[in-house]
Every structure is written in structure tokens, then in C-alpha cells.
């Protein structure tokens, strides 16, 4: 439970000298330029409802870049730029599973060097928010935290648990080292310190042993030396901002539209507090097998308008998104969906992928020159880095996946990759089985994560691809001993949700028709430099293999400039240059290209080496200026409609219809009466836009509290029409808890006309008397005027239960 009494003793200065702060119009109050490095800096505080230099009231213009998804040698350019479009200030995570790839081991250097990121912030004018976490989503692996943590079978992540806590405060104490004598009330540029992230939204209302967790992570962030203002943020409904609430942390909201709802809310909650939105998600990020996000702008400037009007602080997220070298790229969990992350996080950010600016940079610009004081100059934007173009050449050198092999893991069942310490990478699981008479056999795994390569003899002879839900296999097999091999590739740690306490990288338990398949032997590969260093290459041709393949070759340039690799043609790829890891490629799209900074250039000679998983016979690449974006589509990706499925409702089990305004506010349907329900159907007759469209943001139900009932364990199990070429538009979206996305009826290739219906199983029977319908925001098709609502016990007729 939230102390209401507490939180109105810690903000009754804030109560006596100002109920909600003044608004100051068109023209905002700017905070000074921090001072150089070395002298002090103006006292950072809040009073009257907003955040204070030296007592004067300042609004904070913030935006998120990460140093680690930038190369070093572009954090000013990038800095520059945020500067340029009217920017005072940076915010940044601190990812620990970068800085601490082995418990008590830690690396601050080169790419990793928050203290010079901090000094470059403060030469170039710009103050910082600092969020350490130990948990910070952003689609990064495992959120951040590393993956280390799970080898301990009982290990429970962003709780209480004493190994975690051990293992946060460590981590702590590392990054206070680094960071304390950069905090503005040591003459350093750093204002804010968030404490934990979105921790409302993972953390269970009324629990108290996580909210001792999430007190533990202030009092250990205190004890590293940190003494700025403290900062917290979660989403802007009562069970996020009440569940994580803290004594004497300020509250900051994460939104991607309607911010004066937001802040209605907020006021209720937190009166007379500075009003700040942590997050402003200006844009979206992407998924292997999904169309890349682009998001219209107007809406977006709107807010920004309304925010700037009503003197609120913000942080733009992502001012400039980057790349996910490496295997920093995590995945998402919705609805039992597991989506793995691109490498590029573009994020159809103001400065895009590279550190380009666009045309959304020149817009913001624009709106918020408007509201800057008369005397307060934006500087010009630094000139664009150089891209070049690279001809096509050939990775003609070869290499065997077995030059990598060592000494294998042995276990009678076979481990997670992680309690062989394997946090990365692949692994090949082999086995022998004796098969008593030849024929089809049928090979289970009870938690396939992520993606397995099935090899008899050494052939391949089935992949199993945890985004489609596959587990099973149905195999051919002779008899008589056979060998088994499994290829398991993590595609990335979970980000997000409850479920990445146990995304342990795995098989499971193994059965083939049905008997447990016992006694493997491991190998394990974590493709780290020095792997990809010793590997010897030859001019011969790849040999047939069921294993991955090395490709060698060079690229010559007179001058270094910034290019993307397109890698049309090649498979499922890992690519490096100049001993650099660039990240992962996959021919299902959305991206074609990877980023190669020009910094990570040499003149001359440069080496690339691609390990391609699903070799195609394409050994070509060429440096292009330009994305490609592309999209292969599984047809068992995301529907949420089963073959020959037609739902059957009846006037019985309808309990509402009405018409939906036009707009891009949230609306409720009261049904005048509790109702006892397990499902629920949302049914569009008709559209405002007069099309064949249906489609919405959000749904939530309201119990007769008027509190939002939990949406964990709810599924979609049925919805007439999903568009997932065009975009990602599943109707999972509904209630993924971000606004920005959506369920949308298929466009693509045709579509259907009304009525539309999405159905959701609230996983048991709930009590509930309202619907909070969310439409799709900005000016779209699809937006639903005429509905009905269904609700029953049993599955609606037609349908079947889900897997």
C-alpha cells in the first residue's frame, strides 16, 4: 500500500509554497549552461511545483542517448546535436551486464567510460540524468543486468533475494566510483538519479518485500555516493505510480501520447511535485520478422506543444537511438509472444541510427525555438559525418565452425546455457539415442529458448523457432544408434516482463516420442574476440556442414567514412569488422543493413568476418548510404486466429453498444452492472474513417473500485483479422501496456469488411463494470465508431481454447 500520509509530509513545502507551480507561457524559464569541469555549479533543486538552478524556476529539455549504442568517437557529434535542436540536457541508462560480464570483474573503458561521457556532456553545455537501474529495459539483453545472474537456478531478479542484492550493491558501489564526483553537487553535470526503472509496472501492488527491494536499491545508491536528486519513473496509472512510490524520490511519468491525462492523474497523485514525463516515446522500436516503426509526426508535436504550454519537463525517448552491437539486442514478451530485438535501434528517433539528423530533428527544433526567452541562441548542427559507398566484394576465405570446438560440458540432462556459464552465443547439444525401428519420431523440448537447429547424423533435419511457439519436431530416423544434435541459438535474453526472472536459454527437458533423451554432451560457444581471432581461414570452398560457416574478406577505402553493410542474400548472420562485433543480421527484416562507423574504418585494408548460420550461398557485401528495409513473413507468426475458426456471439452475452468519439482520448463503457466474465470480445461494426478498418491501442477493465484489473495472464485467443506484413499490428498489441502500438485488421493484400472482433481470456473469471477503450493515436484509419461488447464464462461458440 502507498503511505498517502508519508508522501503529503515529504512534499508540504512543496504544498505551502505553491499548489502546482506556475505555468509560464510561450516563453519558458531555461537553465543555465552547466559551468566547465573543475568549478561549482549552480545548486539543482525543485520549489513551487518545478525543478530550480539557484532557486530560479528551469524547465529541463532532455533527451536520451546511450553511450554504448554510440561509438566514442561520436558522443560529441551526437551531444552537438542534441544541443543544436534545443536540448539542455542528456539522458542515459548505465547498462550493468556491459560493465560487469563476470561477477566482481568490471570494465569502464573505451566505449564503456561513463566518466568521459559525463566530462563530454558537461564541455558541451549539456546536463545529465543518469539511470543505473540495475534494471533498464531499453530492449537491451536481460534488461541490462547480466545474464550471469541466472546460472543460480533460485536467483530472482529486481526482488529482494539477498544474491541479487549482494550482487546490485557491488554493482553499485562500481558505478558510484565512477560517476559521484560527476553529480552536480560535486561540480559535475549529473542533476538526476533514477532509482530502479518502470519498477510499478514489473513490481505486485501491496507486496511488501518488493517494495523493501525497491527502497534497498535507494539506500544502496546512496551508499555509493550518490546525492542528487533522485528521480523514479513508471507509467501513468494508479497501480504503476502508486506500487513503486518512494519517500522523497521524485516521480516522473513514461508516455507516449496523452500527456494532459497523464498529468490529471499525476496531479491527483502527486500535488504540488515538479511535473516531468521520464520517458516521451517520439518513436518505436523493431522486431526480427516485423515491418520497421515509423511513427507521424503531428501527434507527437502536439504533445510536445501542450507540455512546453503547461511548463512541464520532459526526456525525449530516443533523441538518438544507435545500434545494438554485438549481442547487446534483448527481446520482448507479450502475451506469451517472444519477439527478439533488431540490431539497429533507430527508433525513428530526430537523429536516426547513424546519428543523421532528420526531418523530426528540424520539426522539434522549430517547436521548441518557439519557446525559448528571446536572448537564448541555438547553435547551428555540426556538420554530417561523411557516408561513403564500398563496391561489392566477395568473403571468399572459409572456416569451420569445429576449429571453435573444446572440451564439452557433460550432464545427464541438458543444462541452460547459463549454468555452463554460457551467456551468449550458441551451443551444441549431442547426444546418441537408440532408435528400436526406423520411421517418423516425434522430438519434444519443454522450453525451447530460442532457436534450434535439429541434426541426425549429421544433417540437418528441422529448426524450431521459439517466436512461433515450435517445441516439437515429427523427425525420420533409422535404426539403430543414432546421433543427436541440437544447434540452440539465444537470440536474446528477455527485457521486459515478469517472465525474464526464468529466461534461462535452454532446451528443457528432451523426449523423444515421449522417453526422457538422456546423457549429452555440451559444447558452447560465445563467439567472443578471441574466438573469431583464432580461427584459421583457407581459400577452399565451405565443405557441406550442419554447423554454422566462417567467411572471410577485405574491403579496400582511400577514406574512412560511415557506410552501411548491406547484407542482402547471406542468412542468419553474426558480422564483424576489424574485430569488432556489429551485431546480428537475419534475412527475415525488417533491416538489410548494419551501421559501420567510419571511426571503426582503417584507410586501406579493413577485415570482415560473417559466421552465417543458415548459409545461403551469397558470400557478397557492399557498402551502401542508404537503409534497406525488407520483411520475409512466417505465416505462423502472431495470428491470433486459428484455421477455420468463425466466432458465433449471441444477443445473450452482449453487455454494451454505443458509438467511440473521433480522437485520440481514451473512452469508457460503463455497463451499468458488475459482470462475472473469463472472456471478453470487443466487436467494431463500423469505422470514423468510412473503410473496411478496425483497430485500437489499448484495452483495460475496471473493476466496481475503479481500480484497473492486473492484465497479467490474459491472451488474445481469437481476433477475425491481424495485419503483420504491412506492420506489426497483432491484436496482442491491445494490451502489450504501450499506446503507441496496436492491433490493426489486415490491409495488406486485401481486406475484410465489419464487423471486426478481438477476444481476450482474462485467464479466470474477473469482476469488472467499466472498459477503457484506447484508439490509435493521430489521424489513422481504423479508428472504431460503432461497437458491441461480449462477455461470458464459457469460450465464445466457434473458437478453440489456445495451446
Known amino acids: 500500500m502507498v503511505n498517502q500520509g508519508a508522501k503529503k509530509r515529504v512534499w508540504l513545502l512543496l504544498l505551502v509554497a505553491g499548489l502546482g507551480g506556475m505555468v509560464f507561457g510561450k516563453t519558458l524559464p531555461m537553465p543555465p549552461r552547466p559551468n566547465p569541469v573543475g568549478e561549482k555549479q549552480p545548486v539543482f533543486g525543485a520549489a513551487e511545483g518545478h525543478f530550480t538552478f539557484d532557486g530560479k524556476p528551469a524547465v529541463i529539455i532532455s533527451g536520451s542517448v546511450h553511450y554504448p549504442r554510440v561509438p566514442r568517437a561520436y558522443w560529441r557529434d551526437r551531444i552537438r546535436k542534441a544541443k543544436a535542436m534545443g536540448f539542455n540536457c542528456i539522458g542515459t541508462y548505465i547498462f550493468w551486464n556491459a560493465h560487469e560480464k563476470k561477477p566482481g570483474e568490471f570494465d569502464f573503458s573505451g566505449n564503456l567510460d561513463i566518466a568521459a561521457f559525463m566530462r563530454v556532456c558537461q564541455e558541451e553545455g549539456m546536463w545529465v540524468i543518469v539511470r543505473p537501474g540495475p534494471y533498464v529495459c531499453s530492449e537491451w539483453d536481460f534488461g541490462g543486468m547480466p545474464a550471469w545472474l541466472l546460472k543460480d537456478p533460485e536467483m530472482q531478479v529486481r526482488t529482494g533475494d539477498p544474491k541479487f542484492l549482494e550482487a546490485t550493491a557491488r554493482y553499485m558501489k562500481a558505478v558510484g ?31 511488501e518485500d518488493d517494495m523493501a527491494y525497491n527502497k534497498a536499491i535507494h539506500d544502496q545508491l546512496i551508499a555509493a555516493g550518490f546525492d542528487a536528486m533522485f ?58 520478422g516485423a515491418k520497421h516503426h515509423t511513427k507521424a509526426l503531428a501527434p507527437f508535436i502536439k504533445q510536445i506543444e501542450w507540455m512546453l504550454d503547461n511548463s512541464v519537463s520532459f526526456n525525449v525517448y530516443m533523441l538518438h ?24 535501434y533507430d527508433y525513428d528517433s530526430p537523429m536516426d541510427e547513424t546519428g543523421r539528423i532528420t526531418d523530426k ?112 519436431a515429427r523427425i525420420e530416423l533409422p535404426a539403430g544408434n543414432v546421433e543427436l544434435g541440437i544447434l540452440l541459438e539465444n537470440m536474446g535474453h ?122 545461403t550461398g551469397h558470400h557478397a557485401i557492399r557498402g551502401v548510404t542508404e537503409f534497406i528495409y525488407g520483411l520475409k513473413v512466417d505465416k505462423n507468426l502472431s495470428y491470433n486466429r486459428k484455421p477455420g475458426e468463425t466466432i458465433q456471439l449471441s444477443k445473450k452475452q452482449m453487455v454494451a453498444s454505443g458509438s467511440f468519439k473521433d480522437g485520440d482520448d481514451a473512452q469508457l463503457v460503463d455497463f451499468g452492472k458488475t459482470i462475472s466474465a473469463r472472456f471478453i470480445c470487443i466487436e467494431s461494426l463500423s469505422s470514423h474513417s468510412e473503410d473496411n478498418h478496425a483497430s485500437i491501442a489499448e484495452i483495460h477493465l475496471i473493476d466496481a473500485k475503479d481500480q484497473w484489473l492486473d492484465r497479467d495472464g490474459w491472451q488474445v485467443v481469437y481476433a477475425d483479422s491481424e495485419e503483420i506484413v504491412a506492420e506489426p499490428a497483432s491484436a496482442s498489441n491491445v494490451m502489450d501496456n504501450q499506446p503507441v502500438t496496436f492491433w490493426h485488421t489486415q490491409y495488406k493484400g486485401g481486406s475484410t469488411p465489419h464487423p471486426h472482433q478481438v477476444v481476450i481470456d482474462l485467464g479466470a473469471v474477473k469482476e469488472f463494470k467499466t472498459l477503457r477503450y484506447l484508439p490509435r493515436n493521430g489521424a489513422n484509419p481504423g479508428k472504431i465508431k460503432d461497437y458491441r461488447i461480449y462477455a461470458a464464462k464459457p469460450l465464445f461458440d466457434g473458437l478453440k481454447a489456445k495451446d
Open 177 to 207: 566510483e565512477q560517476l559521484k564526483d560527476w553529480q552536480v553537487t560535486h561540480g559535475g553535470p549529473i542533476i538526476q538519479v533514477q532509482v530502479e526503472n518502470e519498477y510499478g509496472q514489473f513490481g505486485r501492488p501491496g507486496n
Open 231 to 288: 528521480i523514479r519513473c513508471d507509467w501513468p496509472k494508479k497501480k504503476t505510480i502508486g506500487t513503486a512510490h518512494i519517500d522523497g524520490v521524485y516521480t516522473t511519468m513514461n508516455f507516449g501520447g496523452s500527456a494532459d491525462t497523464a498529468f490529471a492523474f499525476f496531479e491527483e497523485e502527486y500535488p504540488g511535485m515538479p511535473k516531468m514525463c521520464g520517458e516521451y516515446w517520439v518513436g518505436w522500436f523493431d522486431h526480427w
Open 321 to 344: 537511438g544507435g545500434s545494438n552491437f554485438g549481442f547487446t539486442s534483448g527481446a520482448n514478451w507479450s502475451s506469451g509472444q517472444y519477439s527478439a530485438d533488431t540490431t539497429s
Open 361 to 472: 530533428f528540424f520539426i522539434f527544433r522549430d517547436t521548441i525555438k518557439k519557446y525559448l526567452p528571446p536572448n537564448y541562441e541555438l547553435p547551428e548542427p555540426p556538420e554530417q559525418i561523411k557516408r561513403i559507398e564500398v563496391p561489392e566484394f566477395n568473403l571468399e576465405q572459409t572456416a569451420g565452425f569445429d576449429q571453435l570446438f573444446r572440451e564439452p560440458f557433460k550432464s545427464e540432462q541438458a543444462p541452460h546455457m547459463e549454468a555452463m556459464d554460457l551467456n551468449q552465443g550458441l551451443a551444441l547439444y549431442e547426444t546418441t539415442v537408440e532408435v528400436p525401428k526406423a520411421g517418423e519420431c516425434k522430438l519434444s523440448f519443454s522450453e525451447l529458448k530460442d532457436r534450434a537447429i535439429v541434426i541426425v547424423n549429421g544433417k540437418r533435419v528441422a529448426t524450431l523457432d521459439r517466436r512461433l511457439k515450435q517445441n516439437t
Open 494 to 615: 528477455l527485457n521486459y516482463a515478469r517472465e525474464l526472472m526464468k529466461d534461462r536459454k535452454g532446451l528443457g527437458e528432451v523426449t523423444l516420442d515421449d522417453k526422457p533423451v538422456l546423457g549429452w554432451e555440451i559444447l558452447t560457444f560465445p563467439l567472443e574476440l578471441e574466438d573469431i581471432a583464432s580461427l584459421k581461414f583457407s581459400d577452399a570452398p565451405a565443405q557441406p556442414s550442419a554447423l554454422p560457416v566462417f567467411f572471410r574478406g577485405e574491403f579496400s577505402v582511400d577514406e574512412v567514412g560511415d557506410t552501411l553493410l548491406d547484407m542482402t542474400g547471406w542468412g542468419k548472420c553474426m558480422v564483424w569488422v576489424n574485430g569488432i562485433n556489429l551485431g546480428r543480421f537475419w534475412d527475415i527484416g525488417p533491416q538489410y543493413t548494419l551501421y559501420l562507423p567510419g571511426c571503426w574504418m582503417r584507410p586501406g585494408a579493413n577485415e570482415v568476418v560473417v559466421m552465417d548460420i543458415e548459409p
